[in-house]
């Protein structure tokens, strides 16, 4: 360390007695400051203004564009509803959600979808939420059948904790993704080159049919044209490839060696279900810790009576559920295989929800009486709300009849 480092390092202390002098002058100084104040009354709240412009209760929208991905996707473009009174859209980091509240057949719903577009879109006045069908499913369908430019819709703003920190994260990426999973990477990808951050992307894009690859076609070109910043591996597990340069089969640890050092990255998971039960089985191979593999907010479970200590004997059953909401009480039907979240939906009771993966909190609840099964792989809860039985109704099941209180839809 030379001289000018040790200069730097020094520090003044004045010690308790000076502290206590200083502290004591303190309250004159404040009166003295009141005193030299305006008695005209503040207009305006820049603060609250600027947290309100980046987490807004609602954001209202309209559809601008609709693009077809692939036979099967879409991507949902909107801009700011004027009208309505969003001006602006809010700002985020990629790899978070916007959960969209919309009205199917006269039910109330809400359902997360990634933000495929940039933070910079955003402030050009746009989002993109990049969207695979279900089959049967319930909004899936009705975006298929009905939504169409013009179509205005509601949502909240950005959340979801899957993003890129500095802090946290190495500085090579490594996206593992599956079907409609790559949105999110699409987003860090457009981040990664329109802000020139240090940040490599190593994309590993799991899909079992080659027609059905989404953004083929712009991840290839950023990864000619930002080679150093860009890697796209395409893995596909159908029985006929004709895609060359790709990679047959499914997303192992013997592939993923094959293209980047786990020591050096961090891992970010999504895409269904299956994917994520298989690639984090692999993954540790690596034995890394548990601040390196980062995976997006899960989803309702499919097949929950599959999973370890769901009490198969009321997998077919029906149950009664006894809903408070504020003065209001409500007795419903509900099934041992849904969430109580699909229960309160299906009877339109319109409960608050965000993430529906029991990350958030957004839907917290109480417990009054009856017995419900809690999805480990999404069980979020503090041990104060199990203690004292709150729950979080995407992911818990009924197992019995049901007594809660939910709060109002905010």
């Known amino acids: 360390m030379n001289g000018e480092d040790k200069k730097e390092l020094k520090v003044k202390i004045k010690g308790g007695i000076r502290d206590l002098i200083a502290f004591a002058k303190l309250v004159p100084k404040r009166r003295k400051r009141f005193q030299r104040a305006s008695s005209e009354p503040i207009t305006s709240d820049p603060i609250n203004e600027f947290a309100n412009k980046l987490h807004p209760k609602k954001q209202h929208l309209i559809i601008d564009e609709i693009r077809d991905e692939t036979k099967s996707t879409k991507t949902i473009k909107a801009v700011p509803d004027l009208d309505s009174g969003t001006n602006s859209l809010a700002y985020f980091r990629p790899g978070q959600y916007l959960s969209l509240k919309v009205e199917v057949n006269g039910v109330r719903i809400t359902r997360p979808y990634s933000i495929s577009s940039s933070p910079t879109d955003a402030l050009k006045g746009f989002y993109e939420i990049t969207i695979r069908k279900v089959e049967d499913g319930f909004l899936t369908t009705n975006i298929w059948d009905k939504w169409k430019v013009g179509k205005k819709i509601t949502c909240s703003d950005p959340e979801g904790f899957f993003y890129y920190e500095p802090l946290r994260d190495k500085n090579h990426i490594v996206a593992i993704a599956g079907g409609s999973g790559i949105a999110p990477f699409r987003s860090m990808a457009k981040e990664i080159i329109e802000t020139n951050i240090d940040v490599k992307l190593t994309l590993i894009y799991g899909s079992a049919d080659e027609e059905d690859i989404i953004f083929y076609e712009e991840f290839k070109e950023l990864e000619k044209t930002y080679p150093n910043k860009i890697k796209v591996v395409i893995v596909l597990s159908c029985d006929e490839v004709n895609l060359e340069g790709c990679e047959t089969g499914f997303i192992t640890a013997n592939l993923i060696k094959k293209y980047i050092d786990a020591n050096e990255c961090s891992f970010f998971i999504c895409g269904p279900q299956i ?50 909401i504020g003065s209001l009480i409500e007795e419903i039907p509900a099934k041992a295989s849904e969430t109580i979240l699909v229960a309160l939906e299906k009877a339109n009771l319109n409960p608050p929800s965000s993430c529906r993966s029991g990350e958030c909190g957004f839907c917290r609840s109480l417990l009054i009486s009856g017995k419900i099964y809690v999805n480990p792989i999404s069980d979020w809860r503090r041990a104060a709300d199990k203690k004292f039985n709150f729950f979080h109704p995407c992911s818990s099941y009924p197992v019995s009849d049901l007594e809660i209180k939910i709060p109002r839809t905010r």
């Not at 601040?291 to 149950?319: C, H, M, Q, W």
């Open 275 to 324: 994917m994520y039960d298989f690639v984090e089985n692999q993954l540790k191979e690596f034995n890394l810790p548990p601040k390196r593999i980062r995976r997006e907010a899960y989803g309702e479970v499919k097949e929950i009576i599959n999973l370890s200590g769901f009490p198969k004997e009321v997998a077919d059953n029906a149950f009664k559920i006894k809903v408070h």
